[in-house]
């Protein structure tokens, strides 16, 4: 038996209760414990939750921790999506490509006389994908974590934009680093996608908002201070317009900004030819505060 997964079904059981009623799901220990140090203490470290076997999580909605839990076991997550998006348009292309790998099975060469074929060749065509193809499941399983895009100005963007940013938010505060990077990735391949409609403006602003008052505020650091083995979310953000090679060396100052809120304000700034005279996005400028900064300091620079 592969020895990750011995390990994964002896490790114990232990019970998280999600959501406003606590809804209990009974999960391994191991899996999330590797995750961080933060998680390992909470699971098999001193506290009452690591005695009891029982962890409170009722201020998590229960489809951030199941993606949660999903990363842990498979290091990928679903994302979320469109209600009125499927996958099956892919299908057809999938079949057609099928089917003409399988007619192309053995060149049909008339004037070569098959008893000369070297047997070398023959072998060759012995070993062809299109007579063991990757099984639906698998084909399934590697598309359900792919971002689609909306095609409507019915859908609702919330959901899917809070989605991801929840799961951010969790894995930040327990430090692990590689889902806080995955989401970023996959999150910025989902903005690359979507289209974005006057009548969803506010669910943008709304993304802002929730980003803003859930993750870190930036500082200054002193350049060339960070450690290369820094995860992307932290990495620190040259904001002030000029170049870092100017011969003031470890006094010239960068700013360290969380990888979320980076990626929330570059979205407001590439589609700000349709938000910037709408109430709700001056509402935001208004309230002023860490966003505004960050806003100022993106759109300067390009």
């Known amino acids: 038996m592969a020895e990750p997964f011995a390990n994964l079904f002896r490790s114990k059981i232990v019970n998280f209760q999600v959501g406003p009623?606590?809804?209990?799901?009974?999960?391994?220990?191991?899996p999330l414990a590797s995750l961080s140090q933060a998680l390992n203490a909470l699971i098999n470290g001193d506290m009452v939750e690591a005695r009891t076997g029982v962890i409170d999580w009722r201020d998590?909605?229960?489809e951030t921790f199941l993606r949660f839990c999903e990363f842990a076991y498979v290091q990928d997550y679903t994302p979320p999506r469109f209600s009125e998006c499927t996958d099956n348009r892919e299908v057809p292309k999938q079949v057609e490509k099928k089917k003409q790998k399988i007619n192309?099975?053995?060149?049909g060469n008339t004037r070569e006389d098959e008893s000369k074929r070297s047997i070398k060749s023959r072998l060759r065509n012995l070993l062809s994908e299109s007579d063991y193809p990757l099984p639906s499941s698998n084909q399934s399983f590697r598309q359900q974590f792919q971002?689609?895009?909306n095609t409507s100005p019915h859908q609702?963007?919330?959901?899917?934009?809070l989605g991801h940013a929840r799961l951010y938010v969790l894995a930040d505060k327990y430090d692990v680093r590689e889902l806080k990077n995955l989401v970023l990735h996959k999150f910025c391949n989902a903005l690359k996608l979507f289209t974005l409609w006057e009548s969803r403006i506010a669910e943008v602003v709304e993304l802002v908002r929730f980003v803003y008052d859930n993750t870190p505020p930036s500082y200054q650091h002193e350049a060339g201070a960070a450690s290369q083995s820094e995860a992307n979310t932290d990495r620190p953000v040259n904001i002030s317009g000029g170049s870092s090679s100017n011969g003031q060396g470890s006094n010239h100052k960068e700013k360290k900004w969380d990888g979320l809120r980076k990626l929330v304000t570059c979205l407001v700034v590439s589609k700000l030819e349709m938000v910037a005279e709408t109430r709700v996005f001056l509402d935001?400028?208004?309230?002023?505060?860490?966003?505004?900064?960050?806003?100022?300091?993106?759109?300067?620079?390009?």
């Open 21 to 30: 009623e606590g809804t209990n799901f009974t999960v391994h220990a191991q």
């Open 60 to 62: 998590m909605d229960e």
């Open 104 to 107: 192309s099975g053995w060149p």
């Open 147 to 149: 971002p689609v895009s």
């Open 156 to 161: 609702e963007l919330a959901p899917v934009f």
């Open 284 to 302: 935001l400028l208004h309230d002023g505060g860490e966003f505004v900064k960050d806003f100022w300091a993106v759109l300067l620079a390009n």
